[in-house]
């Protein structure tokens, strides 16, 4: 080794240097006192200034800086936060892993929300709002939702809820779509390919906490790259992400 720092580490580095620096004056401080105080170049401190703003770990008030509530939200207790927090990370990172737009959904009545979602950084990508509401018939988390229900609430739903046709391909036959739910049932794999958003394809997996499906991770890949090996790295990482949240929610002890 030559003894030089590695630039990914230095802005690791200053980043948490930013943070504690600004945790430690509580009434906020302006970007030239960090500046100096850290002896960091202004052009380097916009940039990871923005970037802790943007993530919420600090929070701007005028030209002042002050710790942000993504700082609370890592020092509170697990059951203290919300649904959104706890599964944010996990989209992000399966974002990042595949490189296509990740979400997590739940259920909201016969309706599905998208409480957090990461977008692709790709040209040819799908894109969805936080708060969108979506029919659970032809999106791959709302099939993966659906199949947890009882035979009970699956019949309430059918009676409650025609199925629509948005594409072709959207499956708007009761019959049908019973038969794949328990496929899903058996395989743990939502599906769908065209069925509501022409050119992409969606897997998702519910995340089931004491026996109830509690929201499903879901990712939406276009279909020129949608292919076999593509969809068994996708659902490998869709276990791994609802194994993850699964863990952290079992008491500790």
């Not at 794999?189 to 499903?216: F, H, K, N, Q, S």
């Not at 939406?220 to 992400?241: D, H, M, N, W, Y």
Request: charged residues 20%; aromatic residues 6%; proline residues 6%.
């Amino acid at each position: 080794m030559n003894g030089t720092t590695p630039s990914t580490v230095k802005s690791a580095m200053r980043t948490i240097d930013i943070i504690e620096y600004v945790v430690a004056r509580p009434a906020g401080v302006v970007a030239q006192e960090i500046a100096a105080g850290l002896a960091i170049p202004v052009s380097s401190l916009s940039y990871l200034l923005a970037t802790l703003v943007e993530r919420q770990y600090l929070a701007r008030e005028g030209r002042r800086y002050l710790p942000g509530p993504a700082l609370e939200r890592l020092a509170s207790p697990r059951i203290a936060m919300s649904l959104a927090d706890k599964v944010r990370p996990l989209v992000k990172s399966l974002r990042l892993q595949m490189n296509e737009t990740a979400s997590f959904f739940v259920r909201d009545g016969w309706q599905l929300e998208a409480i957090v979602t990461e977008t692709a950084e790709q040209s040819l990508r799908y894109s969805i709002s936080v708060g969108t509401r979506s029919p659970l018939h032809c999106l791959a988390a709302g099939k993966a939702l659906l199949a947890h229900l009882s035979d009970a609430e699956l019949d309430a739903y059918f009676a409650a809820t025609p199925l629509e046709r948005f594409t072709p391909s959207s499956i708007v036959d009761e019959g049908q779509l019973r038969a794949e739910l328990a496929e899903i049932r058996a395989t743990g794999i939502g599906r769908t390919r065209e069925e509501y958003t022409p050119g992409i394809c969606g897997l998702g997996m519910a995340v089931v906490i004491d026996g109830v499906a509690v929201g499903a991770f879901a990712l939406a890949i276009p279909v020129p790259r949608f292919s076999a090996e593509l969809e068994g790295r996708t659902i490998s990482k869709l276990e791994q992400a609802v194994d993850l949240f699964a863990a952290a929610e079992m008491p500790a002890g």
